[in-house]
T-cell receptor, first 113, second 115 residues
Framework: GESVGLHLPTLSVQEGDNSIINCAYSNSASDYFIWYKQESGKGPQFIIDIRSNMDKRQGQRVTVLLNKTVKHLSLQIAATQPGDSAVYFCAGDGSSNTGKLIFGQGTTLQVKP | DAEITQSPRHKITETGRQVTLACHQTWNHNNMFWYRQDLGHGLRLIHYSYGVQDTNKGEVSDGYSVSRSNTEDLPLTLESAASSQTSVYFC??????????????FGPGTRLLVL
């Protein structure tokens, strides 16, 4: 079946450094991808999205890169702060056209002071 | 501000009891979803709805039911709670104007413990 997966379950970075969280997907026809942030005890929070007709999209301190050739997307967080510590999920629509999303299992980002 | 809320936030129940978890959104979204989140499994879809009177089964629907009598609410019912249903439950919604390419917005979650 279709899948969306993250490469590393845990990522530890120093405060102030840049963080890169990676995600791979299986369906080359996927059109839409979202990154979510989930803090302890809270629901997933939308960070940024990207459509398949784009390679890159930037937000405030975050950038998502999409490489359709190798079916890979990444979330880059600039100048990582302690408040960025959370679990990060990627999700894709799997080209299902149903409004449903397929979620990866999450990478835990730990920011060291 | 528009939002999505869940209640209760925490629930302890006994095996065999019927439990209903509430989800309410004020965005006037057409699509609503219920997920459970467990260690090692990520978010798994239980049921979803595209609008009033519409409900659909997700990948882990056994033992759960939903009903959609209005746009704002999608209550999740555990017909006869089992210990395997101990989990964190999240409700989400999306606009539904386009079937695809839509962000889902999540509620704060309900922690359910079945003893």
């Amino acid at each position: 079946g279709e899948s969306v997966g993250l490469h590393l379950p845990t990522l530890s970075v120093q405060e102030g450094d840049n963080s890169i969280i990676n995600c791979a997907y299986s369906n080359s026809a996927s059109d839409y991808f979202i990154w979510y942030k989930q803090e302890s005890g809270k629901g997933p929070q939308f960070i940024i999205d990207i459509r398949s007709n784009m390679d890159k999209r930037q937000g405030q301190r975050v950038t998502v890169l999409l490489n359709k050739t190798v079916k890979h997307l990444s979330l880059q967080i600039a100048a990582t702060q302690p408040g960025d510590s959370a679990v990060y999920f990627c999700a894709g629509d799997g080209s299902s056209n149903t409004g449903k999303l397929i979620f990866g299992q999450g990478t835990t980002l730990q920011v060291k002071p | 501000d528009a939002e999505i809320t869940q209640s209760p936030r925490h629930k302890i129940t006994e095996t065999g009891r019927q439990v209903t978890l509430a989800c309410h959104q004020t965005w006037n979204h057409n699509n609503m979803f219920w997920y459970r989140q467990d260690l090692g499994h990520g978010l798994r879809l239980i049921h979803y709805s595209y609008g009033v009177q519409d409900t659909n089964k997700g990948e882990v629907s056994d033992g759960y039911s939903v009903s959609r009598s209005n746009t704002e609410d999608l209550p999740l019912t555990l017909e006869s709670a089992a210990s395997s249903q101990t989990s964190v439950y999240f409700c989400a919604s999306s606009e539904g104007r386009l079937a695809a390419q839509e962000t889902q917005y999540f509620g704060p979650g309900t922690r359910l413990l079945v003893l």
